[in-house]
C-alpha cells in the first residue's frame, strides 16, 4: 500500500524546545491530518489541513500542508512534558471515501527534565 | 457523549481460539474503521464501514471479519487466531468535517484493544 516516510523516528529535546517533524510521500495527498497518541490510548487529532500551501495552528502547535501535496509538516513551541508521545501523520490520497487514510510509523517525542 | 468505546481492554488468546472485539460510537457517525497497530509501526485498516449494513475491505483484512447491523456498534471478529495477530486494535469513527462533505478523514479513536495469542 502507500507509504508515508514520517521523520524523526524519535526526538530527545529539553523542556522549552521546539518541536519539528515531518512527513513526506511520493504520490499527491489531498488531506493531511496530525495525531497524537499517548501510552496505553488511541490516537487523538491534532490539527487537520485540507488545501495545499494550508497552515493551521492548534495552540501551542502548527501544521502545514505542503505546496506540493506531498508532504506536510508539525511544529510545536516550547514544549512541556504533557507532549511526550507519539505523533502520527495521515495522509488521503484520494478525494472521499473511506479507504484512502495512510498512516506513517510515527514520531516518538522524549522531553528530558 | 462516551465517544468511541472498545471491550475488552486486554485478553489473551489460544491459537486457534475465537473472539469478537467490541466497538461502539454513540455520536452517530455513518463511517467506522478497524485498524490495528504493531510495534513501532503506524496504524494498518483491516475494515471499514460507511454505514449500516455495508462494510468494505482495508489493506490487512485476512484472518478477520466485520458486521455492521446499526449505525452504532462495528464488531470485529477473529475466527481461528494465530501469533500474527498479537496486535492492538482501534477502533475508529468519523464524520465530514464542516465544509466538506464528501471527506470522511475526521477520525475519532477508540482506547483499543490489547490481545495476545499465544
Known amino acids: 500500500g502507500q507509504q508515508l516516510n514520517q521523520s524523526p523516528q524519535s526526538m530527545f529535546i529539553q523542556e522549552g524546545e521546539d518541536v519539528s517533524m515531518n512527513c513526506t510521500s511520493s504520490?499527491?495527498?489531498?488531506?493531511w491530518l496530525w495525531y497524537k497518541q499517548d501510552p496505553g490510548e488511541g490516537p487523538v487529532l491534532l490539527i487537520a489541513l485540507y488545501k495545499a500551501g494550508e497552515l493551521t495552528s492548534n495552540g501551542r502547535l502548527t501544521a502545514q500542508f505542503g505546496i506540493t501535496r506531498k508532504d506536510s509538516f508539525l511544529n510545536i513551541s516550547a514544549s512541556i512534558p504533557s507532549d511526550v508521545g507519539i505523533y502520527f501523520c495521515?495522509?488521503?490520497?484520494?478525494?472521499?471515501?473511506?479507504?484512502?487514510?495512510?498512516f506513517g510509523k510515527g514520531t516518538h517525542l522524549i522531553i528530558q527534565p | 457523549n462516551a465517544g468511541v468505546t472498545q471491550t475488552p481492554k486486554f485478553r489473551i488468546l489460544k491459537i486457534g481460539q475465537s473472539m469478537t472485539l467490541q466497538c461502539a460510537q454513540d455520536m452517530n457517525h455513518n463511517y467506522m474503521y478497524w485498524y490495528r497497530q504493531d510495534p513501532g509501526m503506524g496504524l494498518k485498516l483491516i475494515y471499514y464501514s460507511v454505514g449500516a449494513g455495508i462494510t468494505d475491505k482495508g489493506e490487512v483484512p485476512n484472518g478477520y471479519n466485520v458486521s455492521r447491523s446499526t449505525t452504532e456498534d462495528f464488531p470485529l471478529r477473529l475466527e481461528l487466531a494465530a501469533p500474527s495477530q498479537t496486535s492492538v486494535y482501534f477502533c475508529?469513527?468519523?464524520?465530514?468535517?464542516?465544509?466538506?462533505?464528501?471527506?470522511?478523514?475526521?477520525?475519532?479513536f477508540g482506547p483499543g484493544t490489547r490481545l495476545l495469542v499465544l
Open positions: 504520490s499527491i495527498f489531498n488531506t
Open positions: 495521515a495522509g488521503q490520497h484520494s478525494g472521499g471515501g473511506a479507504d484512502g487514510l495512510t
Open positions: 475508529a469513527s468519523s464524520y465530514p468535517p464542516s465544509g466538506h462533505p464528501n471527506l470522511q478523514e475526521t477520525q475519532y
